[in-house]
């Protein structure tokens, strides 16, 4: 990829678009409302250079920029003979104005942590997005000829794999949860100037995530970010439900609480004046209903339907791209602001336990509350530590977190979806390592942002608590039982299943430190911690914690089944049968050469017990370990079917995989 250097009126209180209702834009808000201090930096204490202060030669050069976007996306996805040409040109003022007037930022270092912060949540118009980047000088223009390429980083959907790219998109509605997370970090954590926008479809508006992140960024006050409807009318296969409605989005984006303008989307003026800072309000995030048309620009196919994600066909597009060439007077792309303040690169120093583990072997103690308990103490290792929850605080124990560090959590309350998408806009740039948790079953919800989360290289860290019908009497709709299976399948995670106090805490640790998606699976009931605190504890390494020489059978559990298999095996040595126990830490990556090793060691017999649903869980994990060697067989015992309400030990007993089970399943085994 090739990188370069970058190239080079009055302030009305209130102001009219100057368009008509039969042209669907109504008056803006006044963007100079009456606000009370009450504590918060005024307007005037905000950069003031850019303040409407565009003449007439600035205002064309804006107009050519996006004319000159149109050109390179049409360019660019007829190259590639495929792309969304028209989802670009709805977009082209939208992003002139932003990049080469408004944004703070410094075009040849595109993770400046000072810089402001773009989001495209429409993803599918990444080709647009990249063509700033070639008039920033980022990018050379002839690399966007191999858009959606082998081997070129310009993918159909922009990914972090380029350094402009914070979180990848392209899955809709996910943009501005990830947004909000940037701007809560900028506003509570960096303490920083930086702003953060976020582009949004006006079809992805109907996602219920838009407005998770709307009620969050309201609630949290987050006046430093900027949410851009583009409200082209067309969605992919029909229009979109409002069409050119910008009066009912105007009084939704009020509702939630946000500073909002309607304008012309394709009037740079009108846009300067809603982005500058005179659009701004303190303690109100702002939101700007822009007004555009799908294939702005292009003849013949402006606000056409049928023509979402398709390139412009070769015959047509040289005298597309000639007409908008004639009205570029070829002014250059004015040089964007730079940053106000300096934000200090990120400390990416190991984060270590400022203590050791202080457990007595014996004692009896939950795996969520050693999480709560680990996460505090993580905390006082490290300022980048933060902790989000969905109002489970008290059922996961981030409340200790919260206790010890208030002004490093972050209540999401029950929207584990923008939850996700908040905590990766926290992990970007490296200036947090972000700790989420919930009821493990409750992250299934937010499985599209867990995906995207891998697609976008985040480190971001999930604990799910109330795993399994070891839980009892909350019932089916509280037992986690299929995380494991959900989480193994994301190509980036590791899946830690820690089984006592002194495990859980070095999973914390780890997952502090480790690159990529951690999930931490926890479990409800008090267990007696097993392990000494000295006890090492590595990423992809099991532990034997029962064995002797004359093992017949490997069990292999994980949390609440580790102990039930150590307690089967215990009555099992009355019966003169040896049982080694198996731990294996951590599911993703598993300990293949453990797991091998020891079922050869015992003649082959594996036995594993999970409080999970047998698929994709601990069970098929081990099958895939073991399954080219035909002397070692498996058997599995795994919750089968809907559970029920009930006491955790009958639960259990009634699913077979409490020790009475498999002590039954060890002789039976053996009787074979």
Known sequence: MAVGGARKGAKPSSWSLGQSEADGVSRAPPLCPEISSGGETSRADRPTDMEVQCDSETLQALRDVANRLRVLSIRATCASNSGHPTSCCSA??????????????????????????????KGHAA?????????????????????????????????????????????????????????????????????VFCLIGDGEASE??????????????????????????????????????????????????????????????????????????????????????????????????????KPIPKDRAKAIIEDIQSQIQGLAAPTPPSPTDTVPPADLSEIKMPSPCGYKLGDKIATRKAYGQALAKLGRASPRVVALDGDTKNSTFSDLFRKEHPERFVECYIAEQNMISVAVGCATRDRTVPFASTFAAFLSRGYDQIRMAAISQSNVNLSGSHCGISIGEDGPSQMALEDIAMFRAIPTCTVFYPSDAVSTERAVELAANTQGICFIRTSRPDTPVIYSNEEPFTVGQAKVVLQSDADKVLVIGAGITLHEALSAAKQLAGEGIGVRVLDPFTIKPLDVATVVSNARAVGGKVITVEDHYPEGGIGEAVFSAVCTDPSIQVRQLAVQGVAWSGKPAELLAAFGIDAGSIATAVRSFLAK
């Open 92 to 121: 082209a003022e939208i992003l002139s104005v932003l990049f080469f007037r408004v944004m703070r930022y410094q075009p040849n270092q595109p993770r400046d942590p000072s810089s402001d912060r773009f989001v495209l949540s």
């Open 127 to 195: 080709p647009i997005l990249y063509a700033v980047w070639a008039e920033a000088g980022y990018l050379k223009e002839d690399e966007l000829l191999n858009l959606r390429k082998k081997g070129c980083l310009l993918e159909g959907h922009p990914t972090p794999k380029l350094p402009f790219v914070d979180v990848a998109t392209g899955s809709l509605g996910q943009g501005l949860g990830a947004a909000c997370g940037m701007a809560y970090t900028g506003k509570h954590f960096d303490r920083a100037s930086y702003r």
């Open 208 to 309: 219920g995530a838009i407005w998770e992140a709307m009620g969050f960024a309201s609630f949290y006050q987050l006046d430093n970010l900027v949410a851009i409807f583009d409200v082209n009318r067309l969605g992919q296969s029909e229009p979109a439900p409002l069409a050119h409605q910008v009066e009912v989005f105007h009084k939704r984006c009020e509702a939630f609480g946000w500073n909002t303008h309607v304008v012309d989307g394709h009037d740079v003026e009108q846009l300067l004046r809603a982005l500058g800072p005179e659009g701004t309000v303190p303690g109100r995030p702002t939101a700007i209903v822009a007004k555009t048309y799908k294939g702005r620009g292009i003849k013949g196919v402006e606000d056409m339907e049928n023509w979402h994600g």
